[in-house]
């Protein structure tokens, strides 16, 4: 999400607030105390103000709860949490990958609405037991009925609420696939998408009316990701049973550590043109590391010839080189995440394969789509 702005940690985890989140505590906080005020008269100053702006922080505090029950139980999974974000609908725990089985994705999706719901219940029980009344029940009864909405909607059955992550886990465990559960989801999550949208459209259109207007939004929220979603989705299914090995660039940019510089020049520079960075092997094909056209630069030219390619070549970070039989769709994700345009493909003996380009993938898919259609 861009335009964030990092606050700091939560529990280690990194917390970001979305501009758009200050508009919403704003709303909120003057909508509530004006509520407070109507109902309380007796209300001097500016408290209602400062009651209204505690109750805001505390509704967000309850989003932000929500979150951490999903990032608690990823981290138990081994799964390293990125961000939590709050942002105009709500709040967003990004998390660095999906849970390696439909039961642990079941739980990570579920842990939400069940903080929700605690928080509820102890908001509820706070309520009774301490007789509360005048403005701290009113608070007090807000924010259980809040926790309660944010659990029951977050349980609707379509992406991105966890209700359709837990959908998706469900089909996941009966079909083996985990791409099924989020072409299921993402459509009942756009059928959603689209009820809100008519809710707030209509009223709109027939009687001028604005009281659904937030509902508008959020259609189009629960639309745009739905439909990102199963783009997605439609992705894997491409991909899938596919290994890094299956896109390998044909005639990659590979050269022998024994080649003297001006050997490295005039047999592949000459022949290799478009590619700028060459891996480095040995005799036997190990990887060694990589050479880029800039690297000579650094070296006189008047050297080439008694300079040696593995004198020049530098090494290659562990975290752009993947195994030949890792799943393509983890390949994919590690492009994403490490915003890279190839990956360096190795045996589990260290011997290289070559190199797979992002571009490569592309055009794969683009095939598979036009063989689809053909």
Known sequence: MNN???????FGI?????PSWFLVLGLVTWSYSSGLTAQFPQLGGGLPLVLGLMTALLLFGSVVAHELGHSFVAIRQGIDVKSITLFIFGGLASLEKESPTPAAAFWVAIAGPIVSLMLFATATAVGVATAASGPLAAILGLLASVN?????FNLI???PLDGGNILKAIVWKITGKSYKGVVVASRIGQIFGWLAIAS???PLLLLGSFANFWNLLIGFFLLQ????????????????????????TNDSPIVKANLNLREF????????????????????????????????RTIPNTLWAETQVIKVMKPIEQSTTVRSDQPLLEVVQ??????LSALTVIRDNGLLVGILEKAAIINLLQKKVQTKFA
């Open 265 to 296: 020049a005039d047999q592949r520079l000459l022949n290799a043109q478009e590619y700028r960075r060459f891996l480095v092997t040995d005799e036997q094909g190990q990887l060694l590391g990589a050479i880029s056209v800039d690297d000579l």
């Open 148 to 152: 309660l909405t944010l659990a029951l």
């Open 200 to 202: 707030g459209l209509i």
């Open 225 to 248: 990701n739905a439909g990102n979603a199963a783009q997605f989705a439609r992705v894997q299914e491409k991909l899938t049973g596919l290994t890094a090995a299956d896109v390998v």
């Open 4 to 10: 964030t702005i990092r606050v700091g940690n939560l």
């Open 14 to 18: 990194p917390f970001y607030i979305h």
């Open 157 to 159: 059955p379509g992406l």
């Open 334 to 339: 590690l492009l994403e995440t490490k915003k």
